[in-house]
T-cell receptor, first 113, second 114 residues
Framework: KQEVTQIPAALSVPEGENLVLNCSFT??????LQWFRQDPGKGLTSLLL?????REQTSGRLNASLDKSSGRSTLYIAASQPGDSATYLC????????????FGKGTLLTVNP | GAGVSQSPSNKVTEKGKDVELRCDPI?????LYWYRQSLGQGLEFLIY????????KSGLPSDRFSAERTGGSVSTLTIQRTQQEDSAVYLC????????????FGPGTRLTVT
């Protein structure tokens, strides 16, 4: 079964700290992997998309890495800010016909001032 | 440009009633997806439309759920004879058909069945 797991389920850090969110997937035959942010009561905002041929993507203070052989991706957030507080979701597009995303259950991040 | 829009943003309905949820994708996006986000279940795929091809309905949880897409644009998700377990946030996403298949999500419709 193609699954996505995110650890930890929740994380609380002081402002300014660098942090890493983890995502693991069960099948290495992925097409791409996407990291999203979800604020309470809101939809999903795409942060980074990594194609299966890529090892990492960067946007501002965010860096996402992909290791297909170990079935892992990490989202690194540098110099965290209270505005980074949200739920972060990892989603994998497995190779197949319908291009649906398979989501992890997310990591709830709280950055304390 | 305009993003994916969904209506209504909130819907409260009585058990047994039918509901319709609407999604307007980004203009030019031929692929459209519906997902459901339930407490404790995470985000689950429901249905996928691509152009004029037959939709992939493999994620629909029961035959009470159906969806259509008219004119290759607006989509409606219909839930008949709603049950309390249908309470969730229903999210719509759209993408171009082709590399990199990046999906853009709407704000969702929060459905509460009482």
């Amino acid at each position: 079964k193609q699954e996505v797991t995110q650890i930890p389920a929740a994380l609380s850090v002081p402002e300014g700290e660098n942090l890493v969110l983890n995502c693991s997937f069960t099948d290495s035959a992925i097409y791409n992997l996407q990291w999203f942010r979800q604020d309470p009561g809101k939809g999903l905002t795409s942060l980074l998309l990594i194609q299966s041929s890529q090892r990492e993507q960067t946007s501002g203070r965010l860096n996402a890495s992909l290791d297909k052989s170990s079935g892992r991706s990490t989202l690194y957030i540098a110099a965290s800010q209270p505005g980074d507080s949200a739920t972060y979701l990892c989603a994998v597009k497995y190779g197949g016909s319908n291009y649906k995303l398979t989501f992890g259950k997310g990591t709830l991040l709280t950055v304390n001032p | 440009g305009a993003g994916v829009s969904q209506s209504p943003s909130n819907k409260v309905t009585e058990k047994g009633k039918d509901v319709e949820l609407r999604c307007d994708p980004i203009s030019g996006h031929t692929a459209l997806y519906w997902y459901r986000q339930s407490l404790g279940q995470g985000l689950e795929f429901l249905i996928y439309f691509q152009g004029n091809s037959a939709p992939d309905k493999s994620g629909l949880p029961s035959d009470r759920f159906s969806a259509e897409r008219t004119g290759g644009s607006v989509s409606t998700l219909t839930i008949q004879r709603t049950q309390q377990e249908d309470s969730a946030v229903y999210l719509c996403a759209s993408s171009l058909y082709g590399y990199p298949y990046e999906q853009y999500f709407g704000p969702g419709t929060r459905l509460t069945v009482t």
